[in-house]
């Protein structure tokens, strides 16, 4: 796949590779393995943001996040043959420990490619899916990040194997799997007034704002990024690929350095609006979560909720009306040491 | 009402006094008002103690605890008259925001009577619910514990205003409002093997006992108490009321004195087992909480799952065959720079 480049345009014929009956094709697929997440709601914090709002928790979902609906889809869609392969995935988050729970269960073999120093608790978590259901669904292949390059060694293996790369976002079948979660929501409350989603690489924003867009026209859909992270912002301001490598924000999720080859014109076409945040905030925001909805949250996974007080500060009510705002949370997986870090600091 | 004493034997006559019928009713009356709470699994969680374990989130219920079933259910069984009178509630936990919401949603009005040392933020969030609909459903009357006794003046109140008084669990509607939550967890997964239930006053045990029986007859029902306030596990043992009077634990939702008049004798008929265990394993099971069902729990409301953990250690597994458990998780109300504190101990 062409990889992107800074100043890049999007691709705008690329902006109806994912469309609504993707996604609905998507939540077809991943019934019955996949969690249809609540949706929590809190009458002392409407009461105190002046909304009605809707959170969507993926933090509930299986391996704590959104990205195992994507990872699930994507390897439910593949043909008998690739299948047999077996697929390949680099990551040290998320994605890795979706990729394995997802072989587990639909019996694929998988290749993780993670490096030697990722945190012990993702090592450990994606070796207990990869061997969840008994018998082992594939392996860790670990390397040194100073000498080695993951597209290059992960590239290599896949050829040598003849394994399907499954990417943690910019993929159709990823991004489709991720709008199942706005899907599931708009079903699930009826038409929204806007629509908050935090954004690394835009799998998850682009996903929501197709099935947004579908279900609930009028709704507004807000992409939220780490203000040390903004490329995605900027370069949804700009029309032109921006990018930001390695930015200094505790959320580790939204790490992203930019928007893919998919994202970045379906992001263009169905998005609204970027706002950004600072840790913070995103710290003020999991003390909400933890609080009023009783959820252990990621700092990324609160980066919507952070976004939407902002908003509701910076905006207030419109036309005296109580706004019904949905909120994705994307995702729960956070050390509890530095979790008891995090809170000390708000 | 009378009062139990120590050694007093339970009064068998009143263990028919909540049946199944009365868990059904009291459904229907919460139905739209309270949240149907999800149950929650964890693969991982799973794989790690060899059994498949369901857990009733409690604490994603409205104010964050089991508690608002039974206030709700016992206030919407009033007659006319007494709902116009109003009610009254003593309590400086989780039952007083509990009354505090029933009021604002039932339009009933109620006197809160709180310790004036109590923690602000049961203050203020006691005070939030009586205002959230925008008006005031009622008040706070603090005293001063050093000279007070709560009984002697919320009993005068009442007389004086006619209201009724709502007690925190030892009452036929409330013992019935906390059985839903068990209802609702055996309608939606179906047979169970096990089921833990954290004991206070014994209210949310009786009343899940009760639905446990009658929707999975073989269902072993287990109450788990803090070791260091065990007067319901001596009281079951012994069958004579055992009274533990500010016993020092971290779980304070379970620092009740002893069984109620009703609860006695409905543990004594429904349940199998009683069960203790220590703060550290209280602590472990609130990480264990965190990290795999991603919920913020308060130490009383994972004392379910410290049982069934410490059962399942102990035990191993029966025949060979995998256990089905329920757990009831019954509240996540923790303060968070405590529970950073808790944290820290693990």
Known sequence: MAMMREGDAPDMTLASS????????????????????????????????????????????????FKFRG????????D????T???????SGNHAQAIALAASLLG????????EDAPRTKLDG???????????????????????????????IARERGLTIIPPYDHPDVIAGQGTAGLELLEEVGELDELYVCTGGGGLLSG???????????????????????????????????????PGTICDGA?????????????????????????????????????HLKIVVEPTGVLGLAGMVKSVREVGSRDGATRRVGVVVSGGNVDLDALAGLLGRG
């Not at 790490?255 to 169905?270: I, M, N, Q, S």
Request: net charge positive; aromatic share 6%.
């Open 18 to 65: 994912v469309t609504i009956d993707d996604v609905r094709r998507a939540a077809e697929r991943i019934a019955g393995h996949a969690v249809r997440t609540p949706v929590l709601t809190s009458a002392r914090l409407d009461a105190m943001l002046g909304v009605r709002a809707f959170f969507k928790c993926e933090n509930l979902q299986r391996v704590g996040a």
């Open 126 to 156: 994606t070796r207990a899916y990869l061997e969840i259901s008994g018998r082992s669904a594939g392996e860790i292949v670990t390397y040194d990040p100073k000498t080695t390059l993951r597209e290059e060694l992960g590239g290599s």
């Open 85 to 91: 392969r077996g697929v390949l995935a680099y990551s």
């Open 208 to 246: 929501c704002a197709i099935a947004a867009k579908a279900m609930s026209p009028r709704c507004l859909v807000v992409g939220v990024e780490p203000e040390a992270g903004d490329d995605a912002t900027r370069s949804f301001a700009s029309g032109r690929l921006c990018t930001v490598r390695n």
């Open 255 to 291: 790490r992203t350095p930019y928007l893919g080859r998919y994202t970045f014109p379906l992001v263009v076409r169905y998005v609204d609006a970027m706002a950004t945040v600072d840790d913070a905030e995103v710290v003020a925001a999991m003390r909400l979560a933890m609080e």
């Open 71 to 78: 990872a699930l889809n994507a390897m439910s869609a593949l």
């Open 108 to 115: 694929v073999r998988a290749v993780i490619v993670m490096p």
């Open 80 to 83: 008998g043959d690739a299948r």
